[in-house]
Antibody, heavy 119, light 109 residues
Framework: QVQLQESGPGLVKPSGTLSLTCAVS?????????LTWVRQPPGTGLEWIGE???????YYNPSLKSRVTISMDKSKNHFSLSLRSVTAADTAVYHC????????????WGQGTLVTVSS | QTVVTQEPSLTVSPGGTVTLTCASS?????????SNWFQQIPGQAPRALIY???NKHSWTPARFSGSLLGDKAALTLSGVQPEDEAEYYC?????????FGGGTKLTVL
């Protein structure tokens, strides 16, 4: 079973940068795998933020593309999410997820971490 | 902006059958859209149920099935159990990106 753990500041000031890390259990991110970030504002639905492949290819939600970067450090099995110029609308639980290509989306989920944007 | 629409809420009796649907603002949902379905119980992370419209994961209970129904993707629960009460989300592919539906709150009553 793949283990995913998100971490990062729980509070970010407006106009600042939200930075989160996802740790994937050792050896669990293979050449077929993708890592995706998903968020869920309190009491509302899910939003697909973007994804990165094992080779580093990235795709982003067009509504967030100008502010978001997903990157990875494969040697450490760490993946990062950076969201710039945040507002209160970016307050949400942020999840990292993984899946192998061709076997369904978002198969393995981290428990998620709540990030609040507030001064 | 692409919008994926689901029924906001549905109610079903234990043992009954219910179908949840997923519609696209761009037109008919076909197999090309690679629809996925997820179940989310309050306080938990979502759990994948269905991928590529009809495929079940190894952990997906047999009573869950995915299909295309008219111009929508559909998730059917047959023989609903009390533990199926949850929020259900579809996820649809549009080129290089994916879009979640707004979710359906399923009540088992």
């Amino acid at each position: 079973q793949v283990q995913l753990q998100e971490s990062g500041p729980g509070l970010v000031k407006p106009s600042g940068t939200l930075s989160l890390t996802c740790a994937v259990s050792s050896g669990s991110f293979s050449s077929r795998d993708w890592l995706t970030w998903v968020r869920q504002p309190p009491g509302t639905g899910l939003e697909w933020i973007g994804e990165i492949s094992h080779s580093g290819k990235t795709y982003y939600n067009p509504s967030l593309k100008s502010r978001v970067t997903i990157s990875m450090d494969k040697s450490k099995n760490h993946f990062s999410l950076s969201l710039r110029s945040v507002t209160a609308a970016d307050t949400a639980v942020y999840h990292c997820t993984t899946h192998p290509a061709g076997e369904g989306q978002l198969v393995n989920w981290g428990q998620g971490t709540l990030v609040t944007v507030s001064s | 902006q692409t919008v994926v629409t689901q029924e906001p809420s549905l109610t079903v009796s234990p043992g009954g059958t219910v179908t949840l649907t997923c519609a696209s603002s761009t037109g008919a949902v076909t197999s090309t859209y690679q629809s996925n379905w997820f179940q989310q119980i309050p306080g938990q992370a979502p759990r994948a149920l269905i991928y590529s419209t009809t495929n079940k994961h190894s952990w997906t209970p047999a009573r869950f099935s995915g299909s295309l129904l008219g111009d929508k993707a559909a998730l059917t629960l047959s023989g609903v159990q009390p533990e199926d009460e949850a929020e259900y989300y579809c996820l649809v592919q549009y080129g290089d990106m994916w879009v979640f539906g707004g979710g359906t709150k399923l009540t088992v009553l």
